[in-house]
C-alpha cells in the first residue's frame, strides 16, 4: 500500500484531518471507517486539511459527502480549510463548491464554531520559557540564571541590550513572539562557558549563540505548551547585535519582561502574544 | 564506541553549535572533524567524502536535518551511515518521524558532554547490531 493519505489529530471538541499522499480507493474506505469512527464516539466536529491536495477522486468525495450528511444528523460540522485555487476550481467543475462549509484556515474555521482557544499571557505560557531558560543556560553554558519579577511591558518601557536573540511563536490560534537579549559582557560570559574558551568580544563567530540560545529556550517550552495543547509549530530565530539596541516585538500583542540574574551577569527574557 | 579515527561530518546552521559539537568530539579524541552549514552542503560534502559517522541538525534552512537523512539512507553507498539527529523539539511525532526515516540516535539540544557521549555509545551499538559487526 503506498503512503498513509490522511492524519488524524483529534482534540477537544474537533477532530482536524490532514489529507495528503495518494488518495486512492483502499485509503479512501479506511479514511470513511477512522471519520466514522471518531463520529460515532466523540462529539467532534471534523475539520479537513487540504493545504497538500489539489484534487480530490470522487469516491473520496462520496465519502465526505456522506460523512458531512451524517454529522448534519448529529448537529455536528464538517468544514473543510486551505483549500487552494485548484480545488476550489474543481469543486466549482464539479458544482459542489457550496456542498461545503469552507474555511481559510484552521483558526477561521475553529473561530466560526466557537472552539478558538482563547490564549492569555499567563503564567502557563510563561512559565514554560523561564523554566526552559535556566535549564538552557545551566546544561549548555554552565550558568545558573534565577528569573526577577515578571512585568507587564508598557509602551514607554524600553529594555535595552547588545545581542539579542528573537523567534516568532507561529500557531493555527495565536501568534507570539520570545526574545532573548543580553548586555556584551553577560553574552560574552554565556559563550565563553559554552565554547569553553574565553572570547572578549562579539564577532561573526560567536554571534548566532544569541540564536542558537533563543532556539533551545523555544524548543523546550514548545515542547511542554504542546503538551497542553497550543500548536506551536517549529520557528527559526533571528539574531540582533548593536550596543544598547532596543528589541520590538512583531506581534501586537501584550508583552511580558522578565529580568534576569545569573553568575555570567543579567539579561532579559521578553514574551509576547497575540490572539 | 566509535574508533576516534571516525570521519565526523557536523551539520548545523548555527556555527555556535557547530563548535559546541566539535569540541565535544575533539574532547572524547575524534580528529577527523568536518563541518556543513545546511543539508545541501552536507550533502555535497558526503559525495565527495567518505565519513563514518553524521551528526546532523534538524531544523535548517534550505534542506533540513530530516531531508539530508532521507538522501543518506536512499543512497545506496552511504545508507548504512551512522547519523545522529541533532535538535531543541523532542516531541513524539518528531522522535516517530526521525525512527522512521531510519536515524540511529535523536540528540536533544541543550546537552552536556555526557549526554552526546552516551548518544554515540548507543548509536554505535545500535549501528553495530545493523551490521552484524
Known amino acids: ?275 | 564506541m566509535f574508533d576516534v579515527k571516525t570521519k565526523v561530518l557536523v551539520v548545523d546552521d548555527m556555527l555556535t553549535m557547530r563548535k559546541i559539537v566539535t569540541k565535544i568530539l575533539k574532547d572524547l579524541g575524534f580528529t577527523d572533524i568536518s563541518e556543513a552549514q545546511d543539508g545541501q552542503e552536507a550533502w555535497e560534502k558526503t559525495q565527495a567524502g567518505n565519513f563514518g559517522l553524521i551528526i546532523s541538525d534538524w531544523n535548517m534552512p534550505n534542506s533540513t536535518g530530516l531531508d539530508f537523512l532521507k538522501r543518506v539512507r536512499a543512497d545506496s553507498k552511504l545508507s548504512k551511515t551512522p547519523f545522529l539527529l541533532v535538535t531543541a523539539e523532542a516531541e513524539g511525532h518528531q522522535v516517530a518521524e526521525a525512527i522512521k526515516s531510519g536515524v540511529d540516535q535523536y540528540v536533544v539540544k541543550p546537552f552536556s558532554k555526557d549526554s552526546l557521549q552516551s548518544k554515540l555509545e548507543s548509536a554505535y551499538k545500535k549501528c553495530s547490531a545493523r551490521l552484524g559487526t
Open chain 1, 1 to 275: 500500500m503506498s503512503k498513509t493519505a490522511f492524519i488524524v489529530e483529534k482534540n477537544e471538541g474537533y477532530t482536524v484531518v490532514r489529507l495528503e499522499g495518494e488518495l486512492d480507493f483502499t485509503h479512501c474506505k479506511i479514511f470513511e471507517e477512522a471519520i466514522d469512527g471518531i463520529s460515532n464516539n466523540a462529539n467532534a466536529h471534523v475539520l479537513i486539511n487540504c493545504e497538500s491536495v489539489g484534487t480530490i477522486p470522487k469516491d473520496w468525495l462520496r465519502g465526505i459527502l456522506r460523512i458531512n450528511l451524517n454529522l448534519k444528523k448529529d448537529g455536528k460540522v464538517l468544514k473543510l480549510f486551505h483549500v487552494n485555487p485548484a480545488l476550489m476550481n474543481y469543486f466549482k467543475k464539479e458544482g459542489i463548491d457550496t456542498t461545503f462549509k469552507i474555511a481559510k484556515d484552521l483558526r477561521d474555521a475553529l473561530t466560526d464554531l466557537g472552539l478558538a482557544p482563547k490564549r492569555t499571557l499567563d503564567t502557563e505560557f510563561i512559565n514554560p520559557f523561564l523554566t526552559a531558560t535556566i535549564h538552557v543556560l545551566k546544561v549548555q553554558a554552565e550558568t545558573d540564571a534565577k528569573p526577577g519579577p515578571i512585568s507587564v511591558k508598557k509602551a514607554s518601557d524600553q529594555h535595552s541590550g547588545d545581542v539579542s536573540g528573537i523567534i516568532g511563536i507561529i500557531s493555527e490560534t495565536f501568534n507570539g513572539s520570545v526574545v532573548i537579549s543580553f548586555p556584551e559582557a553577560t553574552f560574552l560570559k554565556v559563550i565563553s562557558k559554552m565554547l569553553g574558551e574565553e572570547y572578549t568580544k562579539i564577532d561573526k563567530d560567536i554571534i548566532d549563540g544569541a540564536g542558537e540560545l533563543t532556539n533551545m529556550i523555544f524548543g523546550q517550552a514548545k515542547i511542554v505548551l504542546n503538551e497542553k495543547g497550543y500548536g506551536i509549530k517549529t520557528a527559526i530565530p533571528s539574531v540582533v547585535s548593536g550596543k544598547n539596541h532596543i528589541m520590538s516585538a512583531m506581534t501586537k500583542g501584550p508583552k511580558v519582561v522578565v529580568p534576569f540574574e545569573s553568575s555570567a551577569g543579567n539579561f532579559f527574557v521578553e514574551i509576547c502574544l497575540s490572539n
